[in-house]
């Protein structure tokens, strides 16, 4: 499957997804919480959560009609689409309340709720979010789907306190990096995967499968975002490049090349990461050529490539069918995208 072809696919799926969306946030009574949800809802995005859990429910299904009896008694598609969807809105109630925290003002170019309306409502309405998402994973797949986005949530949490503490005790541990990760992205994709496992009545060995290939899809995306920090083009990402290195955050370009950097090379990436936030940007050339040096650009992208192969080998325990095609072909966009 080439990238135009996954792109309509998936711009297809993205547009059946957010039908679900507003045909659910019709319940929603308020005004001011109808228009905020609108807005930080269906301002954009891929819905590839949702799509992650409705494909992986096909999967299961598919595999499962060949092996009769059936394995267990499966959610309705009416009931997977609301599971699908509750990772959508978890998704966006952590983003909603990211932007509080931030004090950030845009969001895929639009005016953040916090900066539009207010920071009350953005919590509150991440609050309805969080709240709406448990309900529809516990009455679509029951108690197993509400225990992994329960648990995918407490990890997102976790993870955000590690990231403190890792920033405010200079903590480059890659350990501390991954346990970040884990947390803040590659958590939720892979309850996503394992939800729509389970509800399609998947085999344990089915539902480590594709948890496996959701969690390694998340940090390949992660890493592969770190990389664009370095080496993306402002017009097509979107946003400018340097911002990770302004910010001081602590990615694996970085953390890389301190492991492999010579003891000059590290003292200057320690100067430049001591120096104040408004003044690393002046050093961002020298120290993308450091990260060129050392070799820690190439072998992000190695990195991300292993595992993007290890989650595609991880579905090997299903036949071949188009959706593990699809699967493959967005782990391969990953490693492609250039935003």
């Not at 997102?156 to 346990?179: K, L, P």
């Not at 820690?296 to 579905?315: F, V």
Request: aromatic share 4%; glycine share 8%; charged share 20%.
């Amino acid at each position: 499957m080439n990238p135009e072809e996954l792109k309509q696919q998936l711009a297809t799926a993205s547009g059946e997804i957010n039908q679900v969306i507003q045909q659910d946030l019709a319940l929603v009574t308020n005004p001011r919480l109808a228009a905020i949800l609108e807005h930080a809802l269906l301002a954009g995005g891929k819905r590839i959560r949702p799509l992650l859990t409705l494909l992986a429910a096909q999967m299961v299904q598919s595999a499962a009609a060949a092996e009769p009896p059936p394995a267990a008694t499966v959610a309705t598609p009416e009931a997977l689409q609301q599971l699908a969807i509750s990772f959508e809105y978890l998704h966006t109630a952590s983003l909603l309340h990211d932007d509080v925290i931030d004090h950030a003002s845009l969001r895929r170019g639009w005016e953040t709720v916090n900066t539009r309306w207010d920071s009350g409502s953005a919590i509150l309405a991440g609050d309805f979010l969080h709240a709406r998402a448990l309900l529809l994973a516990g009455r679509a797949g029951g108690i197993d789907c509400l225990e992994l986005i329960g648990t995918a949530t407490q990890a997102m949490v976790d993870s955000e306190f590690i990231q403190q503490e890792a920033a405010a005790n200079q903590d480059w541990r890659e350990e501390t990096y991954f346990a970040v990760l884990n947390g803040k992205t590659a958590a939720l994709i892979a309850a996503a995967c394992e939800a729509g496992a389970a509800a399609a009545g998947g085999t344990p060995a089915r539902r480590r499968a594709l948890r496996t290939y959701g969690g390694n899809l998340g940090l390949a995306f992660q890493i592969i975002d770190d990389l664009l920090d370095y080496l993306g083009e402002p017009g097509t990402t979107g946003k400018a490049v340097g911002n990770d290195l302004q910010e001081g955050k602590m990615t694996m370009p970085l953390l890389l090349a301190r492991q492999r950097a010579t003891a000059d090379q590290q003292a200057e990436l320690a100067a430049v990461l001591a120096a104040p936030p408004e003044q690393r940007p002046a050093h961002f050339t020298s120290v993308r050529e450091l990260l060129e040096q050392t070799g820690a650009l190439a072998a992000c992208r190695q990195r991300a490539e292993e595992l993007i192969a290890a989650g595609e080998q991880a579905l090997a325990v299903f036949p071949a069918n188009p959706q593990r095609s699809l699967l493959n072909a967005l782990g391969q966009y990953v490693l492609q995208r250039d935003k």
